[in-house]
C-alpha cells in the first residue's frame, strides 16, 4: 500500500492531493494581482465566472497587472529610441556613467535587485561616429566592484577588465577610459568584474553603437537589448524581455508609420540561455551581423544571436495593424519577450 | 510581630501564587513584541515557503491550495506553467504565516501530461508544483460517493466479514491453538501499526513543515494510546463498581466477566483495524482523485486477501466466550467500514498534515490493543514468548507482509 503514496509525492516535497471542491467554493473575481478579492456572490455564479474563464485560458498574452515604470525610474517605451550621444568637450565625446544598485520590476510585481548603469537597464545606448575621440567618466555607486568593459578595438589598459590599467574599480572610486570609436557598427558594453555571468545578469550592460562616417540613411531608430531575470538565484531566467520589462510592448506595442524605413539595432545580452533570437510576423528584414558591413548579409524573417551578439535589421512594414514580433527560441517569448508592432499611417 | 501577621493575613490565595509566572510572561511577552524584540535583529532576506496541500484540475483549470510553511507573508505576483505566463486568480494578494489561499490558474492542460506549475513571488522567488500526470479531479457528486463507497466495502467490510467467518473453527481448536491465533493477531496488528508510523511520518514530509511535520504522528500515536488506556481503565472501573453493587439495571448485566472482556478484547482490536482501514482508505481515496490508482481486480484481491486475516484477528479474542451475532456484525462493520469513510475523504477533502496524524491515531490505537492482548497469549508458566507464542506472532507479521506485496501495485 505504500506505495500508492510515491505516485503522488512530487519532487521538492510539494504533495498535491487533488480532489474536487464542494459547493463551498470561495468566490473569485478576475483580480490583478495587487487587489484584494471581496467575497459575496454565491457559490452558482462562482462557478459559472470559473467555467468561462477556463474557456478563455488558451488565448492569453503576457502576465498579471503592469510594472509601474516611474517606481522603476526608466520606460521601455522611451529607452526604445533614447540614444545618449553624449556632449563634445574639445573633440572629445563625453559621457558620465555611474553604477548604482537598484531595485526594479521587471514583471508586474515581481521585485529584482538589479545593478545598474545610470539607473536603467539596460544601460544607456551611448552613440557616437567612426573615428571620434571617446571618454567615459565612471563612477562605481554600487556597493560592489564594477567596470565597464567596452567591445572594440582599443588598448588594453583601456578594455575595462580586472587586473589591467584600473582594473576592478572599487565601490566609491571611478576611472576614466579613453579610446577612439573603431569600428564602426553595433556593439556592447557590460561589467567585466567577476563573476561575470552575475555582473552582467543582473543589468550592467548596454548597446555601444559607432555610426560610420558617412552616416546611414534616415529611418525610424530602435533599440531592443534582450535579457532576462534570473529572480530565484538558480542560474536560469524567469523572465525574459527586450529592454527590461516582460511583455513591455504587448502592453503597449511600438508604434511604426507604415512605409518608413525602421532600422532596429538588436543586441543580445541575455545570460544562462545560450541562443536567443528575433523574428517578426508578416514581414521580412535585411540583417546586418554586428553592424560593421554597410551590405546586408541576409534577407528572412529569423534571426539568431548568441550571447553578447548583435546586428543591425532594416525593414519596412507594407500594411497598416498589429504585428507581433518575439522571440522564435517559443518559450522565452511565452515568459516575456513577445511584443507588437503597430503600424499606422 | 504585628506587620508579619498582617502580611500573612493578606497572603494571596495559592491559585494566584499559581498564575503569577504567567501573568508575567504574557507582560514580558507583551513589552517585547511592543518594543520590536530590543537588540534583535532580523538577519536575511525573507524565507519564502509555501505548500501545495491539493490540486484540483478542472478543464482549463488548475487549482492549487496553498499554505504558507514559512515565517514571513508570501506575495505571489505571477503564475508560469511549463515556462509560460498563465493568467491566475487568487482569494488573497498576501498570504500570512500558516495561512492558506487558493491560486486558480487558467491553463489548457491535456490529459495525461505532465505540467510544472511555478508561481513567483514578489521577491523573484519561485514556488515549484509538479503535476506528474493531469487528469480532471472527479466530481464529488453522489456517483462518485457511491463509488468510493464500493472500493471501501470491497477492500474492506467484505474481507473482514469473510475472515470472522473462522469464528467456528476458532471456537472448536484447544487453549494452545487460541493462545496462538493470539499471538498471531499480535503480529498482525505490529505489523500494521509499523506500516502506519512509516507511512504517517511519509506523509508528514509532504505536508507543511510549520504544522508540525513528523512530530504529528507520534503525537497522535502518544495521544491514541493514552485516551484508549483512559478509556479501558475507566471501562473496568464502571463495570467493578457495578457488580459490587449488584446493581439490577447495570448494562450489560447478563454477561459474566470473562465474556465482557472477551468483548472488551475483541472491540478494541476492530477499533484498532478501523483505524489502520480508515488510512487504507484515505490512500486508495486520494490515489483515486489524482488518477493514480489504477482500479482494477488486482488490486481489490490484494487489498481483500490482506484484510481478511484482519477478520480472524477479531474474532481471536472472543473463542472462549459466546457473542450475539449482531454483536459480531457491528465489530465487522467497526473494523471494515472506516475504508469506506476513508476513502471518501481520501477522495475529496484529503489534506496530508491531517492524514498524518490519523495514521499515528492508528498506529497508537494498534499499540493499546497489543498491550490489552499480550496477557491473554501468556503461557500458565508466565513465560511469554513460547515457541507457540512466537512462531504465532511471526506469522502474524508474515502474513501482512505477504499479503501487503499484493497491494503494493
Same mark, same amino acid.
Given at each position: 500500500?505504500?506505495?500508492?503514496?510515491?505516485?503522488?509525492?512530487?519532487?521538492?516535497?510539494?504533495?498535491?492531493?487533488?480532489?474536487?471542491?464542494?459547493?463551498?467554493?470561495?468566490?473569485?473575481?478576475?483580480?490583478?494581482?495587487?487587489?484584494? !478579492?471581496? @467575497?459575496? $456572490?454565491?457559490? #452558482?455564479?462562482?462557478?459559472?465566472?470559473?467555467?468561462?474563464?477556463?474557456?478563455? =485560458? %488558451?488565448? /492569453?498574452?503576457?502576465?498579471?497587472?503592469?510594472?509601474?515604470?516611474?517606481?522603476?525610474?526608466?520606460?521601455?517605451?522611451?529607452?526604445?529610441?533614447?540614444?545618449?550621444?553624449?556632449?563634445?568637450?574639445?573633440?572629445?565625446?563625453?559621457?558620465?556613467?555611474?553604477?548604482?544598485?537598484?531595485?526594479?520590476?521587471?514583471?508586474?510585481?515581481?521585485?529584482?535587485?538589479?545593478?545598474?548603469?545610470?539607473?536603467? !537597464?539596460? @544601460?544607456? $545606448?551611448?552613440? #557616437?561616429?567612426?573615428?571620434?575621440?571617446?571618454?567615459?567618466?565612471?563612477?562605481? =555607486? %554600487?556597493? /560592489?566592484?564594477?567596470?565597464?568593459?567596452?567591445?572594440?578595438?582599443?588598448?588594453?589598459?583601456?578594455?575595462?577588465?580586472?587586473?589591467?590599467?584600473?582594473?576592478?574599480?572599487?565601490?566609491?572610486?571611478?576611472?576614466?577610459?579613453?579610446?577612439?570609436?573603431?569600428?564602426?557598427?553595433?556593439?556592447?558594453?557590460?561589467?567585466?568584474?567577476?563573476?561575470?555571468?552575475?555582473?552582467?545578469?543582473?543589468?550592467?550592460?548596454?548597446?555601444?553603437?559607432?555610426?560610420?562616417?558617412?552616416?546611414?540613411?534616415?529611418?525610424?531608430?530602435?533599440?531592443?537589448?534582450?535579457?532576462?531575470?534570473?529572480?530565484?538565484?538558480?542560474?536560469?531566467?524567469?523572465?525574459?524581455?527586450?529592454?527590461?520589462?516582460?511583455?513591455?510592448?504587448?502592453?503597449?506595442?511600438?508604434?511604426?508609420?507604415?512605409?518608413?524605413?525602421?532600422?532596429?539595432?538588436?543586441?543580445?545580452?541575455?545570460?544562462?540561455?545560450?541562443?536567443?533570437?528575433?523574428?517578426?510576423?508578416?514581414?521580412?528584414?535585411?540583417?546586418?551581423?554586428?553592424?560593421?558591413?554597410?551590405?546586408?548579409?541576409?534577407?528572412?524573417?529569423?534571426?539568431?544571436?548568441?550571447?553578447?551578439?548583435?546586428?543591425?535589421?532594416?525593414?519596412?512594414?507594407?500594411?497598416?495593424?498589429?504585428?507581433?514580433?518575439?522571440?522564435?527560441?517559443?518559450?522565452?517569448?511565452?515568459?516575456?519577450?513577445?511584443?507588437?508592432?503597430?503600424?499606422?499611417? | 510581630?504585628?506587620?508579619?501577621?498582617?502580611?500573612?493575613?493578606?497572603?494571596?490565595?495559592?491559585?494566584?501564587?499559581?498564575?503569577?509566572?504567567?501573568?508575567?510572561?504574557?507582560?514580558?511577552?507583551?513589552?517585547?513584541?511592543?518594543?520590536?524584540?530590543?537588540?534583535?535583529?532580523?538577519?536575511?532576506?525573507?524565507?519564502?515557503?509555501?505548500?501545495?496541500?491539493?490540486?484540483?484540475?478542472?478543464?482549463?483549470?488548475?487549482?492549487?491550495?496553498?499554505?504558507?510553511?514559512?515565517?514571513?507573508?508570501?506575495?505571489?505576483?505571477?503564475?508560469?506553467?511549463?515556462?509560460?505566463?498563465?493568467?491566475?486568480?487568487?482569494?488573497?494578494?498576501?498570504?500570512?504565516?500558516?495561512?492558506?489561499?487558493?491560486?486558480?490558474?487558467?491553463?489548457?492542460?491535456?490529459?495525461?501530461?505532465?505540467?510544472?506549475?511555478?508561481?513567483?513571488?514578489?521577491?523573484?522567488?519561485?514556488?515549484?508544483?509538479?503535476?506528474?500526470?493531469?487528469?480532471?479531479?472527479?466530481?464529488?457528486?453522489?456517483?462518485?460517493?457511491?463509488?468510493?463507497?464500493?472500493?471501501?466495502?470491497?477492500?474492506?467490510?467484505?474481507?473482514?466479514?469473510?475472515?470472522?467467518?473462522?469464528?467456528?473453527?476458532?471456537?472448536?481448536?484447544?487453549?494452545?491453538?487460541?493462545?496462538?491465533?493470539?499471538?498471531?493477531?499480535?503480529?498482525?496488528?505490529?505489523?500494521?501499526?509499523?506500516?502506519?508510523?512509516?507511512?504517517?511520518?511519509?506523509?508528514?514530509?509532504?505536508?507543511?513543515?510549520?504544522?508540525?511535520?513528523?512530530?504529528?504522528?507520534?503525537?497522535?500515536?502518544?495521544?491514541?494510546?493514552?485516551?484508549?488506556?483512559?478509556?479501558?481503565?475507566?471501562?473496568?472501573?464502571?463495570?467493578?463498581?457495578?457488580?459490587?453493587?449488584?446493581?439490577?439495571?447495570?448494562?450489560?448485566?447478563?454477561?459474566?466477566?470473562?465474556?465482557?472482556?472477551?468483548?472488551?478484547?475483541?472491540?478494541?482490536?476492530?477499533?484498532?483495524?478501523?483505524?489502520?482501514?480508515?488510512?487504507?482508505?484515505?490512500?486508495?481515496?486520494?490515489?483515486?482523485?489524482?488518477?493514480?490508482?489504477?482500479?482494477?481486480?488486482?488490486?481489490?484481491?490484494?487489498?481483500?486477501?490482506?484484510?481478511?486475516?484482519?477478520?480472524?484477528?477479531?474474532?481471536?479474542?472472543?473463542?472462549?466466550?459466546?457473542?450475539?451475532?449482531?454483536?459480531?456484525?457491528?465489530?465487522?462493520?467497526?473494523?471494515?467500514?472506516?475504508?469506506?469513510?476513508?476513502?471518501?475523504?481520501?477522495?475529496?477533502?484529503?489534506?496530508?498534515?491531517?492524514?498524518?496524524?490519523?495514521?499515528?491515531?492508528?498506529?497508537?490505537?494498534?499499540?493499546?490493543?497489543?498491550?490489552?492482548?499480550?496477557?491473554?497469549?501468556?503461557?500458565?508458566?508466565?513465560?511469554?514468548?513460547?515457541?507457540?507464542?512466537?512462531?504465532?506472532?511471526?506469522?502474524?507479521?508474515?502474513?501482512?507482509?505477504?499479503?501487503?506485496?499484493?497491494?503494493?501495485?
Amino acid at each position: 500500500m505504500r506505495r500508492l503514496w510515491d505516485n503522488k509525492v512530487s519532487r521538492r516535497k510539494l504533495l498535491g492531493g487533488a480532489a474536487a471542491t464542494g459547493a463551498a467554493i470561495p468566490v473569485l473575481h478576475e483580480v490583478v494581482p495587487h487587489q484584494s !478579492v471581496h @467575497g459575496g $456572490t454565491s457559490a #452558482a455564479e462562482a462557478a459559472v465566472e470559473r467555467h468561462r474563464q477556463a474557456h478563455r =485560458g %488558451s488565448g /492569453h498574452l503576457g502576465a498579471m497587472g503592469r510594472v509601474n515604470n516611474r517606481a522603476n525610474g526608466f520606460d521601455p517605451q522611451v529607452i526604445l529610441r533614447d540614444f545618449d550621444e553624449g556632449t563634445l568637450r574639445g573633440g572629445v565625446r563625453e559621457w558620465d556613467i555611474v553604477a548604482e544598485d537598484r531595485e526594479i520590476e521587471v514583471a508586474p510585481g515581481v521585485k529584482y535587485a538589479a545593478w545598474t548603469y545610470n539607473g536603467r !537597464v539596460p @544601460g544607456p $545606448t551611448l552613440r #557616437a561616429r567612426q573615428g571620434e575621440r571617446l571618454r567615459i567618466n565612471f563612477v562605481n =555607486g %554600487s556597493s /560592489h566592484p564594477h567596470t565597464i568593459h567596452f567591445h572594440g578595438i582599443h588598448r588594453d589598459v583601456m578594455d575595462g577588465v580586472p587586473g589591467v590599467g584600473a582594473g576592478n574599480i572599487a565601490p566609491g572610486r571611478s576611472t576614466v577610459y579613453e579610446f577612439d570609436a573603431e569600428p564602426f557598427g553595433l556593439h556592447l558594453y557590460h561589467c567585466h568584474s567577476t563573476p561575470l555571468a552575475e555582473h552582467i545578469a543582473k543589468g550592467l550592460y548596454g548597446a555601444f553603437l559607432i555610426d560610420p562616417e558617412e552616416g546611414r540613411p534616415d529611418a525610424d531608430e530602435l533599440v531592443m537589448v534582450m535579457n532576462g531575470f534570473d529572480t530565484n538565484f538558480d542560474r536560469s531566467n524567469e523572465v525574459y524581455a527586450v529592454n527590461t520589462v516582460a511583455f513591455a510592448y504587448v502592453d503597449e506595442p511600438v508604434r511604426v508609420r507604415r512605409g518608413e524605413l525602421v532600422r532596429i539595432y538588436l543586441v543580445n545580452a541575455l545570460e544562462f540561455d545560450l541562443l536567443n533570437s528575433f523574428h517578426v510576423h508578416a514581414n521580412f528584414f535585411d540583417y546586418y551581423p554586428t553592424g560593421t558591413r554597410l551590405e546586408p548579409r541576409d534577407f528572412t524573417d529569423t534571426v539568431i544571436q548568441g550571447q553578447g551578439e548583435r546586428g543591425i535589421l532594416e525593414l519596412r512594414f507594407p500594411y497598416t495593424g498589429k504585428y507581433m514580433f518575439h522571440a522564435h527560441v517559443s518559450e522565452f517569448a511565452e515568459l516575456g519577450w513577445m511584443g507588437f508592432f503597430e503600424v499606422v499611417d | 510581630m504585628e506587620v508579619a501577621a498582617a502580611t500573612r493575613a493578606r497572603r494571596p490565595p495559592a491559585w494566584l501564587a499559581g498564575l503569577a509566572p504567567l501573568i508575567v510572561l504574557a507582560v514580558a511577552i507583551g513589552l517585547f513584541v511592543a518594543l520590536d524584540a530590543p537588540g534583535l535583529d532580523r538577519i536575511g532576506v525573507p524565507e519564502e515557503e509555501l505548500t501545495v496541500e491539493r490540486t484540483v484540475l478542472e478543464p482549463g483549470l488548475i487549482e492549487l491550495h496553498l499554505r504558507n510553511d514559512g515565517a514571513d507573508p508570501v506575495r505571489i505576483e505571477q503564475a508560469i506553467v511549463n515556462d509560460g505566463f498563465a493568467a491566475f486568480t487568487q482569494t488573497s494578494d498576501e498570504v500570512g504565516r500558516l495561512a492558506t489561499t487558493e491560486v486558480d490558474v487558467r491553463y489548457p492542460w491535456i490529459e495525461g501530461q505532465a505540467y510544472e506549475v511555478m508561481l513567483l513571488t514578489s521577491t523573484g522567488g519561485t514556488i515549484d508544483h509538479a503535476i506528474d500526470v493531469a487528469v480532471e479531479t472527479p466530481d464529488a457528486d453522489l456517483g462518485f460517493y457511491g463509488l468510493m463507497a464500493l472500493i471501501g466495502i470491497y477492500v474492506g467490510v467484505i474481507p473482514v466479514a469473510i475472515g470472522m467467518l473462522w469464528l467456528p473453527w476458532v471456537r472448536s481448536v484447544d487453549a494452545r491453538w487460541i493462545r496462538f491465533l493470539l499471538a498471531f493477531t499480535v503480529g498482525l496488528l505490529a505489523f500494521l501499526g509499523i506500516d502506519a508510523l512509516l507511512e504517517g511520518t511519509e506523509l508528514a514530509g509532504a505536508g507543511p513543515e510549520a504544522l508540525g511535520g513528523g512530530a504529528l504522528v507520534w503525537l497522535g500515536a502518544v495521544g491514541a494510546y493514552l485516551v484508549l488506556s483512559g478509556v479501558d481503565a475507566w471501562l473496568r472501573g464502571r463495570r467493578e463498581r457495578v457488580e459490587g453493587a449488584g446493581g439490577e439495571d447495570a448494562p450489560g448485566r447478563s454477561s459474566s466477566p470473562a465474556e465482557a472482556s472477551a468483548w472488551r478484547a475483541a472491540f478494541l482490536v476492530a477499533l484498532g483495524i478501523g483505524l489502520h482501514n480508515l488510512g487504507e482508505g484515505l490512500a486508495i481515496g486520494s490515489a483515486y482523485a489524482v488518477g493514480s490508482l489504477a482500479l482494477g481486480a488486482a488490486l481489490v484481491v490484494g487489498f481483500a486477501l490482506h484484510n481478511t486475516t484482519e477478520g480472524l484477528a477479531i474474532v481471536a479474542p472472543t473463542a472462549k466466550e459466546r457473542i450475539s451475532v449482531g454483536r459480531l456484525a457491528l465489530l465487522g462493520l467497526l473494523a471494515g467500514a472506516p475504508a469506506v469513510l476513508g476513502a471518501w475523504v481520501g477522495a475529496s477533502a484529503f489534506h496530508p498534515s491531517v492524514a498524518a496524524l490519523l495514521f499515528g491515531v492508528g498506529a497508537g490505537a494498534i499499540a493499546q490493543v497489543i498491550v490489552q492482548i499480550l496477557p491473554q497469549v501468556r503461557e500458565r508458566d508466565g513465560r511469554l514468548l513460547s515457541p507457540l507464542v512466537s512462531a504465532g506472532l511471526l506469522t502474524g507479521l508474515l502474513v501482512m507482509y505477504a499479503t501487503g506485496l499484493l497491494v503494493s501495485v
